[in-house]
Each structure stands twice: as structure tokens, then as C-alpha cells.
């Protein structure tokens, strides 16, 4: 088997396994228990963004405590703005 050869069979399986992936991802994401556990997912890291900035702003390393706060903050918006957009009524 040459070496092109090999890697375009590597090249096809991976792809038939990310298909394979985002097929069953999106069947998952039909269900409302899998929508809300990652959409409470996506809000926590938010939230852990903010509370880790706090610590670090103690120790003096405000670079990072700024970047924490403000991409917690866009996080937890985002969620908010996707909630108030996209809801069911």
C-alpha cells in the first residue's frame, strides 16, 4: 500500500466516523433532556469563567482574572440572548 493510498483510507474513515458523530448528535439534540444538560452545561462554564476571575484578581494576575470575567460575561449573555431568541411559545 503506498502512502498516498494509506492516507486516503485513514482520510475516509475518519470522516465516515465524524458523520457517523454529528449524526447521532443531532438525533440527541431532538430530545429536551440532552438540550437542557448542555444547554446548563454551557451556562456553568459561564459561570465557573466568573468565579475563577476572583481568585485570580487576589493573587494579582489581572490579565487573566479580565479575560475570566469578560468571556464568563459573554457566555452567560449569549445563553440569555439564545434563551429570549430561540424559545418555544
Known amino acids: 500500500m503506498t502512502e498516498e493510498r494509506f492516507e486516503q483510507v485513514i482520510e475516509n474513515a475518519i470522516e465516515g466516523a465524524a458523520d457517523k458523530f ?3 448528535i443531532n438525533r440527541a439534540w431532538k ?3 440532552v438540550r437542557m444538560i448542555g444547554k446548563s452545561i454551557a451556562c456553568l462554564s459561564g459561570v465557573g ?7 485570580l ?8 482574572a479580565k479575560a475570566c470575567l469578560i468571556s464568563g460575561g459573554i457566555v452567560i449573555a449569549a445563553n440569555a440572548i439564545e434563551l ?3 424559545r418555544k411559545r
Open 22 to 24: 454529528d449524526h447521532s
Open 57 to 64: 484578581f487576589e493573587r494579582g494576575q489581572n490579565t487573566a
Open 49 to 55: 469563567l466568573l468565579a475563577a476571575s476572583y481568585p
Open 31 to 33: 430530545h429536551r433532556p
Open 84 to 86: 429570549f431568541i430561540f
